[in-house]
């Protein structure tokens, strides 16, 4: 009798246990939420002691060492003493996975029905989990971060990692594998802040058998969002070769002989009809999820019409209002932005150096992007890896002095439409390859307006006193298709930035001769 | 051109590259506006005024974004083998029209127009790509202002 209670008191409060974990609609554990692992394994995933650079710390290997093949064993120690440059994060190149899910930085993951994204404050590294039971496009295409396909098994969320190149680490100690490696990872929450996160290494030209790494990620609780750390961007600001820009970095002042921001200058434009079709998300809200891209018509080359120019493309022009179609500049800045077009100002655009886009180049740089929309969320990971998460609660805005490439966006649907508004920006980034000028005073609105089933609406009113004289906006249409996202590695392959840098340099020598 | 067809979306997608290789080689008149992953100004890293034109051996495809590279070896009037570099499309731009690694092996041999980079390196941004018998690789080629033909 005794017995029979307890065993059903066990049962019970195994199934308050289960019941008590934060569950999607579905009824699967609900995994969103910023976390962060609380260990060393970034260090060195076996137990190690203290080093300059490293602090100590316990191994997360179950069983305690890595199973190494012998010539794998002396390879490894050979990457060990050759750590400081040959491990490829000291160049900022991507982390790979299992690595990257236990850096020292948070990440967020959202959560919908088909899919699971990751989107690491790391240098806007995103993954995104296919779970919609669905083959993948491109089979066998290698990436630095693999390619994952989920699963739900009872409430353990199962990942396949396949794909892999052979150009990772696991850690900064120099522990490796081969491009065979396929793993297996395991999300399983343990209470509503604590998942455990388990991970198969199967690789049977490195090791002599499978083994798995297990550790906890532990639920930040007190973050609301994520930041950015921008690995090579800040590398370069700080060694000299990505300078600063005085007049739009913040916190540049608004010139004193700007001519004077006309706040409420502006046309109105043509509402946007929603059809009857649009499909809707359970709240009522459009469906704008999915694969897009963009219709630019040459937005990263000119906002403005322009013909082809030798190697810079036609434009058909994206500015709506002012309804001439031109960009209301301030003088100074109209100077620099055809400035911005000579070859020797090529090294300065941003995204040459494979930074992020900004807000709003990312959607037209162009690459394709993917939009997801998670309880509370809209995601968008642009294939050219950076992220944007728009939190629809009405949260405020960061703090004024943080500033980011991507700035803060927060987002509302009116009526069919989503608004978002982001600022908080740092200045840094460009709008185009031509050179066109934003500041980190810009306040930019984007409207997101599903004009079909297969088509969105975008607008974006940029606001942005040091180098504007109104507000302008840019449209342009979100096309979708039945796509799946590949990874651009960009900054690993990278043949053109000394090309351009010598383009600059010669100029400088040139013009230092001149004078 | 060594064609695996492993996927229906690969196979129709060859369809269309060996529709369009039945166009006129190296026409550059048809206009179109090519998704492309443009990451730096072309306009800035080459010089229009050193057109060029290269025969060349394939030592290596470097299946890289935002822009491919293709590696040939080319001999000079002297004699000498140097190495060429080709910026070609986006990597991913290829592989959703259905190229994969192995349709471009060493030993190919390939005939290039283009321009040569401002820095006198041996790098091109090419307009044109063939193979020896006038079919057209990747549908033309590298940078955004050049049509995919």
Sequence with gaps: MLARSLISLMLISGAVSAQSLPRTTEGSPNLQGIWQVANRASYNIEDHVARHDMPAGRGVVDGGEIPYQAWALEQRNANFSARAAADPLSKCYLPGVPRMMYMEFPFHIFQTNDHVAITFEWQQVFRLIYANGEPPMYPGIEAWMGHSRGRWEGDVFVVDVTDHNDSTWFDAAGNFHSDAMQLTERYTMLDKDTIEYAVSIDDPQVFTRPWTMRMELHRQTKMDRILEYQCQAEVEEANGDFERDERVWYPAPIPDDNAPFDAAAGSPLPQLSVPAEVSRLADGTPDISGYYMADAGGANYGLEARERDFLMPASRGQVVDPPDGRLPYQTWAREESNDRALPHRGYDDPTAHCFVAGVPRSHYVPSPFFILQPPGYVVVLHERMSWRQIPLDGRAHLPDQMRLWQGDSVGRWIDDTLVVESKNFNGKAWLNEAGDVISHAQTVVETFTPTGADQVIYRATVADPIAYTRPWTIEMPFNSQDEELLEVACLEDNGDLQHLKDVRDEYRARQQEEN | ?149
Excluded: C
């Excluded at chain 2, 980079?117 to 307009?127: D, K």
């Design chain 2, 1 to 149: 051109m060594n064609i695996a067809p492993d996927n229906k979306k690969r196979i129709s997608n060859m369809k269309q590259q060996l529709a369009l290789v039945s166009l006129v080689v190296g026409s550059v008149a048809v206009f179109m506006s090519a998704s492309v992953l443009a990451h730096h100004s072309f306009a800035a890293e080459f010089d229009a005024d050193r057109p060029i034109e290269l025969t060349g051996t394939v030592t290596e495809m470097r299946w890289s974004n935002p822009h491919g590279w293709i590696y040939i070896d080319v001999e000079d009037e002297h004699g000498d083998v140097v190495n060429w570099a080709l910026e070609t499309r986006a990597a991913n731009g290829l592989i959703r029209r259905g190229w994969r690694k192995d349709d471009l092996p060493a030993g190919t041999v390939l005939k290039v127009e283009g321009w040569q980079a401002r820095n006198g390196s041996p790098t091109a941004s090419v307009f044109s790509i063939t193979f020896t018998d006038g079919k057209t690789l990747f549908a033309g080629t590298s940078n955004p202002a050049v049509p995919e033909n």
